[in-house]
């Protein structure tokens, strides 16, 4: 299994040994603790629950969560996912994943929260082009006809509007790894990654590669 809960640090760039630049995301990947194993006879299908961090506060941790934790024998962890596996037969509770597991030329899928931009316009959300600038015109950044006339006199679901954008889970497919610092458990992958620093990601392998 190539997947690994991570934090997303920043962007940077690295030079190749020809001088081009590449512009990477590093990426804090692991270590991430096995929770829990389940299997097709027990669970009805095959995956690994992973967890990310280890608690800071105790207090913070649920009743129930708690238990779950205590039944595996695993210090409770800020974050828990759980990945799809055919064979789960070569995974422990209390395995340590890191970030070994990925290696240099890899392509992979990232998973996060896009940065949240707030309430907007059609012309930044959608890519509307907008009226005149002049010229009399009182027509600039605003949606246009919206609906219909008599029939069916109302407007559409899922119509192009102002509203909330960002902030949405969001994957970014086939981003390549170009480096792998083991000792750090950083990954540095090409391009850029959604989400903010400090964001939580999910990285596995790419289902299109």
């Known amino acids: 299994m190539k997947s690994l809960i991570g934090k997303k ?16 995301t590093v990426v804090e990947a692991g270590p991430c603790t096995v929770v829990q194993v389940k299997t097709v006879d027990s669970d009805g299908y095959a995956a690994v629950q992973v967890g990310f961090e280890e608690a800071l ?3 913070r941790v649920s009743k129930p969560l708690k238990g779950h934790f205590a039944k595996s024998g695993v210090a409770p962890q800020r974050h828990l996912k759980e990945f799809r596996v055919e064979d789960p037969a070569g995974f422990s ?56 006339c008599a029939t069916p006199s109302r407007t559409f679901k899922n119509k192009k509007m102002p509203g909330r954008m960002g902030g949405k889970t969001t994957t970014v497919q086939c ?19 959604p989400g903010s620093k400090g964001g939580i990601i999910e990285i596995s392998q790419s289902q299109k590669a």
């Open 9 to 24: 640090i920043g962007m940077t760039q690295i030079f190749c040994e020809d001088g081009t630049v590449i512009p990477v």
């Open 57 to 59: 506060k105790e207090k």
């Open 93 to 148: 509770v209390g395995q340590q994943l890191t970030a070994e597991v990925f290696a240099a030329g890899d392509k992979i899928d990232v998973t996060g929260t896009s940065k949240g931009k707030g309430f907007q316009g059609v012309i930044k959300r959608h890519g509307f082009g907008g009226g005149r600038a002049t010229h009399g015109s009182t027509f600039h950044r605003a949606p246009g006809s919206i609906g219909m």
């Open 175 to 193: 981003l390549e790894v170009v480096k792998v610092m083991a000792d750090q458990n950083l990954l540095l992958v090409k391009g850029a990654i």
